[in-house]
Each structure stands twice: as C-alpha cells, then as structure tokens.
C-alpha cells in the first residue's frame, strides 16, 4: 500500500526525487474552455508547439508557442517571453505550467491523439456528482438526511 502524506517537507522531497518518466504529468496545464468542450479533457501535459496563454505573474496575457520543456525544474519557455540580463543579453523566462492555459493544442504525435481520446472516454464515464452539500457531509463521515419522501416510502 502506497502511504499519503500530507507533510509539506515530504510533498517537496516527492518531487525532487520524483523518477523523469513521471514528471510529464506534473507538467500539465488547463486547456481553454474551447479546448475542453471540444476534446472532453480538463487538462493535458504540455508539449513543445503548444500555444499557451500566461495567466498569472508579471507576464499575465503574454500568448506564445512552447519552445522548451524542462522536465527537471519543472517549467516551460514560451516564444516571446524574454528578460534582459545586465549584459545585455536577453534569455527565455522560465514559467510554471500550472499559471499558463493551452489554446492550441500540437496533435502531430499520434500518442497525444490517444491520450485525449482516452481522456474523452474517461470523462464520460464518470458518475454525476452528487451535491455539494452531500459530499461534505459524507466525508466528515455524518449521516446524510434523508428526504422526509423518502422516508415515509420506506416505513410502508
């Protein structure tokens, strides 16, 4: 059995250590609402020739192609997001994917086009949520009401 934890300390540690065939899906990012209505997936890992909007940070807006994806520091460079160094040079900003959205998706790999049909398929599977207020209640480990309705039905 695999242990959870909520330990800050250990959640860092998880990443540090997490093996390199396991980061890609750290490395996702929400797709737009477009995107998502279109392919049934909620969010994807990002891949160089993505088009991504930045949504937060002092480059909030800025839209551009994905040029590079680090995998070990866990950021993406965006095409057009640049900073001046003190020498003059300029170098690509490193951004994290989770305060970026991807507008445009790049399909030319056959595996990614499987990915999101399973994804498709997966999100249609899935059970109607119950109410909010129901799922609250169950993990706090309450007994839910029961409508007064149904409770006389199962009195008779």
């Keep these: 059995?695999?242990?959870?934890?909520?330990?800050?300390?250990?959640?860092r540690k998880m990443l540090y250590e997490m093996p390199y065939h396991s980061r890609g899906n750290i490395l996702s990012a929400h797709l737009s609402t477009d995107l998502r209505n279109m392919y049934?997936?909620?969010?994807?890992?990002?891949?160089?020739?993505?088009?991504v909007r930045v949504l937060r940070g002092d480059y909030e807006g800025y839209e551009g192609k994905?040029?590079?994806?680090?995998?070990?520091k866990y950021k993406i460079y965006v095409d057009g997001i640049t900073r001046e160094k003190a020498d003059g040079t300029s170098i690509q900003v490193p951004i994290h994917p989770s305060k970026v959205e991807i507008i445009?998706?790049?399909?030319?790999?056959?595996?990614?086009?499987?990915?999101?049909?399973?994804k498709r398929q997966k999100e249609e599977e899935k059970p109607e949520?119950?109410?909010?207020?129901?799922?609250?209640n169950r993990k706090k480990g309450k007994k839910v009401n029961k409508p007064v309705e149904e409770k006389v039905e199962e009195e008779k």
């Design 129 to 136: 949520e119950k109410e909010l207020g129901e799922r609250k």
């Design 104 to 118: 445009k998706l790049n399909l030319d790999d056959k595996w990614r086009n499987k990915i999101i049909e399973r």
């Design 66 to 72: 994905i040029l590079r994806v680090n995998r070990q």
């Design 1 to 11: 059995m695999r242990l959870k934890t909520k330990d800050p300390g250990k959640q």
């Design 40 to 51: 049934g997936a909620r969010a994807l890992p990002v891949r160089k020739g993505d088009t």
